[in-house]
């Protein structure tokens, strides 16, 4: 292995992992909830949201492309590292890519995880899991550090702006258009916990929103709402959710709705039933127009954005940056610094 790249010797794309047949939902679902208390009645409905797709879920096939794509942009940019991948909930598995890395002599890899914000949920709960198959591996597994947020990297928000704009291309008469930006709800704990001084997940989502309108050339109103909820009703979640806006929306006198997924970088199942489902059905009911914005594809964004944060860590390239909002890096600094316990992952879709 090579000891240039600033001591790097690979990448590591981590992602959630998703079922890829009928026969592998109801086995995801229970690694997903392992450990907690999940019935398999509760399950068993989640598991339809899959079915309705054939039991795939698209997310193991958008990191294929990216896998792909990204190891010709490293050869166009003199980038000579390996990819390996590893997924958290379903094979390939983190633990079973940390033992080839392992392996074939991987010292020190750097961490591409498919989440661009920062929460227990979205970042530290990807460094224990990262860490939890390190020591499964054992002493000679490989240092792994992870890279940082990229909600206001330049190609995360153009991808998202671009798709915005061919939405808003389909309306010819915008004086009653509001676009709606959604992100995942988390817990209010979680999101107490969220960043150095906590509130740092809903900052930079409301950021990314912000940049996306901007690039997009969108001046007109737009909300950030969550959506994709679990757990007990008797916990704060963030909200208002997408569908309870959109019936205030309708009250206002809003008769088309944008919807952008910015909180996701593919069309996952979160995407595809609550917003192409659920919302979708909810605004039909209520007489609105409704238009989804698509998510990044494996295009030139998406990669480029993808050989940057790796460029910055192995080339010491300048980080490209549009937000505002002070940056820390989750390897040395600590990501989303748990001041109480956070409230268990429950099941999202993916």
Avoid at 122 to 130: A, G, L, M, N
Avoid at 144 to 153: N, Q
Avoid at 306 to 317: H, S, W, Y
Wanted: proline content about 7%.
């Amino acid at each position: 292995m090579t000891t240039e790249n600033n001591g790097y010797d690979a990448v590591l794309l981590v992602s959630f992992g998703g079922p890829e047949g009928p026969g592998d939902v109801l086995p995801f679902l229970r690694n997903v909830t392992r450990g907690r208390g999940i019935p398999e009645e509760r399950l068993a409905e989640v598991a339809e949201h899959y079915y309705h797709f054939g039991g795939i879920s698209p997310i193991n096939q958008w990191c294929r492309e990216v896998i792909e794509a990204l190891r010709q942009e490293f050869r166009k940019s003199g980038i000579d590292l390996p990819i390996y991948w590893g997924n958290r909930n379903w094979p390939p598995m983190l633990v079973d890519a940390v033992t080839q890395m392992t392996g074939d002599g991987v010292k020190k890899a750097l961490a591409l995880c498919t989440s661009a914000y920062g929460s227990y949920s979205s970042c530290r709960q990807y460094v224990e899991d990262i860490n939890a198959a390190r020591a499964a591996v054992g002493e000679t597994a490989p240092q792994i550090d992870k890279i940082r947020h990229f909600f206001d990297h330049p190609g995360f928000v153009g991808g998202f702006a671009r798709r915005l704009r061919d939405s808003l291309d389909q309306i010819e008469d915008r004086s009653h258009t509001r676009v709606v930006f959604t992100a995942h709800s988390i817990p209010d704990v979680m999101e107490e916990c969220s960043g150095p001084e906590g509130a740092r997940y809903s900052d930079q989502v409301a950021e990314a929103a912000a940049l996306v309108a901007e690039r997009a050339g969108w001046t007109g109103p737009f909300d950030v709402v969550w959506q994709s909820r679990s757990g007990p009703p008797s916990m704060p979640w963030l909200e208002p959710d997408v569908n309870d806006h959109l019936k205030t929306l309708a009250a206002e006198g809003v008769d088309t709705v944008v919807v952008s997924p910015v909180g996701f970088l593919s069309d996952h199942i979160e995407v595809l039933w609550d917003l192409d489902n659920e919302a979708k059905d909810t605004a039909a009911e209520l007489g609105l127009r409704y238009l989804r914005a698509g998510t990044p594809t494996v295009d030139a964004d998406l990669v480029g954005m993808f050989r940057d944060l790796v460029a910055e860590r192995v080339q010491g390239a300048p980080l490209r940056r549009l937000g505002k909002l002070p940056v820390w890096d989750p390897t040395v600094e600590g990501c989303c610094p748990a001041r109480r316990p956070p409230a268990p992952e429950k099941h999202r879709n993916r």
